[in-house]
């Protein structure tokens, strides 16, 4: 019975998203020695797939057992150089984590570059920005998840070329929901988690490094975390990694990526896009305003007109009472939107299907009547 009432909760939120049955079988199953040759090549299959799917030719992908965050961490202390200039585009709270990691590892040379909540890049202030400050490396996201923005990374890649800086992008809300491609946007670095567009439990997070960012490596402050560990041939050479990692989870990214290989990576941004945009049309009679100007595929972020009348809270506890979630905001937003709680709400479109987003419809019009 507890399965069942399990089965019927719709997540419309960014990540974890649901999980399909298949994915779960695989979680209860039991896995052999993760030292093995078949570990070895499962591992290596993954990192070829991640590398083809970002379209980065000649890296190498470094598996981190943690958060999406824990990568965020391993990549700033292990890629960036205390005496360099950094440049955060700010459009967001996980931009601004950024810019927070950077204060706490006490990077002096720290630029803010605030766009805007929901705002495109105005490419001629950015690049004001890097010539004015020397910048050495631009840290962004490809989408801010509260907002929904896409950002024109490719934009920011020519700019990033041009003045010699070493691009890192944060792309774990917007991998396999959006097109991101890492070698001709000019891309040095790159993360992704498992609980978004994978589709997958949480807690394993993927780096993808070129070759050109692998030669900036440093000597990190950090055991757990040092890449120079994961990439030494006795490591990465043969499939491993130096501490012991979440087997089952990379066993389910294997079987993902599998199946994304065989869809293939632009059906798969082409069926969250159609998702997408058949949710924002069904909801155009609402009482909502939509945030980004340039929304991703994997989200989309409303703020409620009438909040005299209707309340992000209570949307979403009537929602929640029909094994329906989505994402309401919290007092962090404030420093983003003015009276977060009651008008900030965000649908995901990554783990339901259209009839699921159709119901959700229903039920919100319900709501708003």
Same mark, same amino acid.
């Given at each position: 019975?507890?399965?069942?009432?399990?089965?019927?909760?719709?997540?419309?939120?960014?990540?974890?998203?649901?999980?399909?049955?298949?994915?779960?079988?695989?979680?209860?199953?039991?896995?052999?020695?993760?030292?093995?040759?078949?570990?070895?090549?499962?591992?290596?299959?993954?990192?070829?797939?991640?590398?083809?799917?970002?379209?980065?030719?000649?890296?190498?992908?470094?598996?981190?057992?943690?958060?999406?965050?824990?990568?965020?961490?391993?990549?700033?202390?292990?890629?960036?150089?205390?005496?360099?200039?950094?440049?955060?585009?700010?459009?967001?709270?996980?931009?601004?984590?950024?810019?927070?990691?950077?204060?706490?590892?006490?990077?002096?040379?720290?630029?803010?570059?605030?766009?805007?909540?929901?705002?495109?890049?105005?490419?001629?202030?950015?690049?004001?920005?890097?010539?004015?400050?020397?910048?050495?490396?631009?840290?962004?996201?490809?989408?801010?998840?509260?907002?929904?923005?896409?950002?024109?990374?490719?934009?920011?890649?020519?700019?990033?070329?041009?003045?010699?800086?070493?691009?890192?992008?944060?792309?774990?809300?917007?991998?396999?929901?959006?097109?991101?491609?890492?070698?001709?946007?000019?891309?040095?670095?790159?993360?992704?988690?498992?609980?978004?567009?994978?589709?997958?439990?949480?807690?394993?997070?993927?780096?993808? =490094?070129?070759?050109?960012?692998?030669?900036?490596?440093?000597?990190?402050?950090?055991?757990?975390?040092?890449?120079?560990?994961?990439?030494?041939?006795?490591?990465?050479?043969?499939?491993?990694?130096?501490?012991?990692?979440?087997?089952?989870?990379?066993?389910?990214?294997?079987?993902?990526?599998?199946?994304?290989?065989?869809?293939?990576?632009?059906?798969?941004?082409?069926?969250?896009?159609?998702?997408?945009?058949?949710?924002?049309?069904?909801?155009?009679?609402?009482?909502?305003?939509?945030?980004?100007?340039?929304?991703?595929?994997?989200?989309?972020?409303?703020?409620?007109?009438?909040?005299?009348?209707?309340?992000?809270?209570?949307?979403?506890?009537?929602?929640?009472?029909?094994?329906?979630?989505?994402?309401?905001?919290?007092?962090?937003?404030?420093?983003?939107?003015?009276?977060?709680?009651?008008?900030?709400? =965000?649908?995901?479109?990554?783990?339901?299907?259209?009839?699921?987003?159709?119901?959700?419809?229903?039920?919100?019009?319900?709501?708003?009547?």
């Amino acid at each position: 019975m507890q399965d069942k009432e399990i089965n019927k909760i719709r997540l419309f939120i960014p990540g974890p998203t649901n999980v399909s049955d298949e994915t779960l079988r695989i979680g209860s199953i039991q896995y052999g020695y993760f030292r093995d040759d078949d570990f070895t090549r499962l591992n290596l299959e993954n990192e070829k797939n991640f590398l083809d799917f970002t379209g980065c030719k000649n890296g190498r992908v470094i598996p981190l057992t943690c958060s999406g965050t824990g990568a965020m961490e391993a990549i700033l202390v292990n890629v960036v150089k205390k005496d360099d200039n950094i440049l955060v585009i700010n459009g967001g709270p996980f931009a601004e984590r950024w810019y927070k990691m950077c204060r706490f590892f006490k990077y002096e040379k720290m630029h803010n570059l605030d766009i805007g909540f929901g705002r495109d890049i105005d490419t001629k202030i950015l690049e004001d920005a890097i010539k004015n400050n020397d910048i050495d490396t631009i840290l962004c996201q490809s989408n801010e998840t509260p907002s929904g923005q896409l950002y024109d990374i490719e934009a920011i890649g020519e700019l990033s070329k041009k003045h010699g800086c070493t691009l890192i992008v944060d792309a774990i809300g917007s991998l396999f929901a959006d097109d991101f491609r890492m070698d001709e946007w000019n891309v040095d670095v790159s993360l992704v988690s498992t609980q978004k567009g994978l589709r997958l439990p949480s807690g394993m997070a993927y780096v993808i =490094i070129n070759r050109r960012a692998i030669k900036l490596l440093t000597n990190p402050r950090s055991f757990y975390f040092n890449f120079n560990l994961y990439l030494e041939d006795y490591q990465l050479g043969r499939g491993h990694t130096p501490f012991t990692p979440n087997v089952t989870l990379i066993h389910q990214v294997n079987q993902k990526l599998r199946e994304i290989k065989k869809m293939g990576i632009a059906s798969q941004i082409e069926e969250m896009h159609d998702k997408a945009v058949f949710f924002r049309e069904l909801c155009k009679d609402m009482p909502l305003t939509p945030i980004a100007q340039t929304p991703s595929n994997l989200e989309t972020g409303y703020v409620i007109n009438n909040i005299e009348k209707y309340d992000a809270t209570e949307l979403y506890e009537y929602l929640k009472k029909k094994n329906i979630y989505i994402w309401r905001s919290g007092k962090q937003m404030k420093r983003w939107l003015d009276n977060p709680v009651r008008r900030h709400i =965000i649908i995901s479109h990554n783990g339901c299907s259209k009839e699921d987003h159709k119901d959700l419809v229903e039920h919100m019009k319900r709501y708003f009547k």
